[in-house]
Nanobody
Framework: VQLVESGGGLVQPGGSLNLSCTVSGFGRFKDLDMGWFRQADGKEAERLICLAHSGVVTLSDDSLNGRFTIARDNAKNTVYLQINRLKSQDTATYHC????????????????WGQGAQVIVSS
């Protein structure tokens, strides 16, 4: 199983970023529930968002609504994370992960994840 994130970098506050994660060795990608989490230095992993194979989207926290968008391209075995109106608090390493269903939605399971894409939000 291999997950490879890309698209990170240095972004000014208020800017946008589109991260990509290409998945291999995981069975049929179109059947997977995929998502993203992030981890800032010295902090615990923060679950962000999932996109189930059915198309259901679950935000792990309502505060992310409006700024975080997830999409997938099954033909490319790739899941994307769009982040708008970036804030300094968004500085972290972003990882894609498998997701699982819980009682109220899909959440990153963190059984598998990639090396991450570092995002630094700074002027």
């Amino acid at each position: 199983v291999q997950l490879v994130e890309s698209g990170g970098g240095l972004v000014q506050p208020g800017g946008s970023l589109n991260l990509s994660c290409t998945v291999s060795g995981f069975g049929r990608f179109k059947d997977l529930d995929m998502g993203w989490f992030r981890q800032a230095d010295g902090k615990e992993a923060e679950r962000l968002i999932c996109l189930a194979h059915s198309g259901v989207v679950t935000l792990s926290d309502d505060s992310l609504n409006g700024r975080f968008t997830i999409a997938r391209d099954n033909a490319k075995n790739t899941v994307y994370l769009q982040i708008n109106r970036l804030k300094s608090q968004d500085t972290a390493t972003y990882h894609c992960s498998d997701c699982a269903w819980y009682s109220d939605g899909y959440y990153p399971e963190l059984r598998y994840w990639g090396q991450g894409a570092q995002v630094i939000v700074s002027s």
